[in-house]
């Protein structure tokens, strides 16, 4: 999505956009091809103003999630936030040591078959979390098909 859109969006659902706002959601935008953590984000506003509160980004952050205008997600025992692409529907491949995402080319959906009687789905959400070639190779993992038994126990996450 583009800045000048994204900011419009906010504007037009009256969402004020001050100086400090604006930094946040660069932020996010700069980094729009994955998720990223309330941690690196204060560390890259704390730089710019040392005075700035964890309070302030979180109390922004929330409030930009709840207007639905950032995706959360939690794993490595942290909650992740991300602006949501628009506009057609797809899910991601998720790398749970940098945060970044991998478009999959198919929605799992359509071959879920037991889905309970006079159940309406209303909305669905699926991610497949993993390390991408980059962070694999940090770790010295082996390739992702000779893993794809229980999860080594060093990469858990809740
Ligand atoms: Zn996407
Ligand atoms: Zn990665
Ligand atoms: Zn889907």
């Given at each position: 999505?583009?800045?000048?859109?994204?900011?419009?969006?906010?504007?037009?659902?009256?969402y004020r956009?001050?100086?400090?706002?604006?930094?946040?959601?660069?932020?996010?935008?700069?980094?729009?091809?994955?998720?990223?953590?309330?941690?690196?984000?204060?560390?890259?506003?704390?730089?710019?103003?040392?005075?700035?509160?964890?309070?302030?980004?979180?109390?922004?952050?929330?409030?930009?999630?709840?207007?639905?205008?950032?995706?959360?997600?939690?794993?490595?025992?942290?909650?992740?936030?991300?602006?949501?692409?628009?506009?057609?529907?797809?899910?991601?491949?998720?790398?749970?040591?940098?945060?970044?995402?991998?478009?999959?080319?198919h929605?799992?959906?359509?071959?879920?078959?037991?889905?309970?009687?006079?159940?309406?789905?209303?909305?669905?959400?699926?991610?497949?979390?993993?390390?991408?070639?980059?962070?694999?190779q940090?770790?010295?993992?082996?390739?992702?098909?000779?893993?794809?038994?229980?999860?080594?126990s060093?990469?858990?996450?809740?």
């Amino acid at each position: 999505m583009q800045r000048e859109e994204f900011f419009e969006n906010l504007k037009r659902r009256g969402y004020r956009l001050t100086g400090r706002r604006k930094e946040i959601v660069d932020f996010l935008l700069a980094r729009a091809d994955g998720y990223i953590t309330a941690k690196e984000l204060i560390e890259y506003l704390q730089k710019r103003h040392p005075t700035l509160s964890f309070e302030t980004v979180y109390r922004n952050l929330y409030t930009l999630r709840d207007e639905g205008f950032i995706e959360e997600s939690h794993f490595g025992d942290e909650t992740h936030y991300r602006i949501p692409c628009f506009p057609s529907h797809h899910h991601h491949f998720v790398c749970i040591s940098c945060g970044r995402t991998y478009v999959m080319d198919h929605c799992p959906m359509p071959a879920i078959s037991d889905i309970p009687v006079g159940f309406t789905i209303l909305q669905h959400r699926f991610e497949v979390f993993g390390l991408c070639a980059q962070c694999r190779q940090k770790r010295d993992l082996p390739d992702s098909d000779t893993i794809a038994g229980p999860v080594p126990s060093s990469l858990h996450w809740n």
